[in-house]
């Protein structure tokens, strides 16, 4: 029975889980609240950070797990994409006790664990599936056929759909992270109080920089006074238009593809509006949806151990001469 620990470093969370026979026994993360003050994530202060929480979480998550450094059979690490600095941090300690222990290194996608994160519990689901993948980094519909088969279909042309959140969040003055207060202040709000243009990508692909353009026009000549009174409705018409922008090209890859399997990942996948227009498109068109946990959603490390189960079971592992790839790609 192959037992895993996995490290996920990718950005500000520091996260460690352990997977036995694709069975999770433990995922523990820590979060960095140093980068609030600083309206966005500060690469210097995230590798310190996680230099200053590897070892306490993963120390946890194998107590947790009831599992000794000594019954591991690899380590698991995310190699890309991310800060590089953060992500040197998670691969060096990996590297470290993998030698150490004389086992096999797994360097994990970051992107394609958030896809797999649907195998961590049921209901999981079945191949092929289409799933569209949010988050402050990447907002991408893929076709997934296998664990390790996973054709982009569509993509953002440049920035993704959470930047975008946390981007018009700032220009109302909320503080970082902002996506999740614009969906906290978007339930009391009237989505059709405001109007914002959507850019029309051709094929499956996404365009943000657009929207944030004339959101920031609309604030222009808008008193301070004006945003308090009207917050609610403002958030509310933000949210509904980006998540009116996934669904559209969501609808879309389904008639083009047939597939209504249909799931989605990444930190975004978290916003209650998003859930909530996945859930009525799925009723309405009788598709087959999964949503993962909150707690799956964001950066975690069960979802690297997931993907590094599959790696495993290939016998897909890296070398001591792996390097960080701050752009991986699928």
């Not at 029309?200 to 929207?211: A, V, Y």
């Not at 890859?253 to 975004?268: D, K, N, P």
Request: charge should be neutral; aromatic fraction near 8%.
């Amino acid at each position: 029975m192959p037992i895993i620990l996995a490290i996920e470093s990718s950005c500000d969370e520091t996260s460690a889980a352990v997977i036995a026979d694709g069975q999770l026994l433990s995922n523990i993360t820590a979060t960095q609240a140093v980068h609030t003050q600083y309206g966005g994530v500060v690469p210097e202060l995230a590798s310190r950070a996680h230099q200053q929480n590897v070892v306490p979480v993963v120390a946890e998550a194998l107590r947790v797990a009831g599992i000794s450094k000594q019954q591991l059979s690899a380590v698991a690490f995310t190699q890309g994409p991310g800060l590089l600095g953060a992500l040197l941090v998670g691969s060096s300690f990996a590297k470290s006790l993998a030698l150490g222990l004389n086992i096999p290194l797994l360097g994990v996608n970051h992107i394609q664990a958030h896809i797999l994160s649907h195998f961590i519990e049921e209901p999981r689901p079945k191949f092929p599936f289409l799933c569209l993948t949010v988050s402050g980094g990447h907002t991408q519909i893929v076709q997934v056929n296998a664990p390790s088969d996973i054709k982009i279909l569509g993509e953002t042309q440049d920035d993704a759909v959470g930047e975008a959140f946390d981007k018009t969040a700032k220009l109302i003055g909320l503080p970082y992270p902002g996506g999740p207060l614009i969906d906290r202040y978007a339930k009391d709000g009237n989505p059709k109080a405001f109007a914002f243009p959507v850019v029309e990508m051709q094929h499956l692909d996404f365009s943000f920089s657009g929207i944030k353009t004339a959101f920031m026009y609309f604030l222009k000549d808008k008193s301070a006074e004006f945003i308090a009174e009207n917050r609610n409705d403002i958030c509310a018409s933000v949210q509904y238009t980006l998540v009116e922008i996934l669904m559209r090209k969501l609808r879309k890859a389904v008639r083009e593809t047939g597939i209504t399997e249909v799931a989605i990942a990444g930190g975004v996948s978290a916003n209650s509006g998003l859930r909530n227009a996945l859930t009525a498109e799925a009723e309405k068109r009788h598709w087959n949806i999964y949503v993962p946990r909150f707690e799956y959603c964001t950066d975690n490390a069960a979802m690297i151990a997931m993907t590094a189960h599959f790696l495993y079971q290939e016998n897909k592992t890296v070398g001591q001469n792996a390097s960080p790839m701050p752009r991986m790609t699928l």
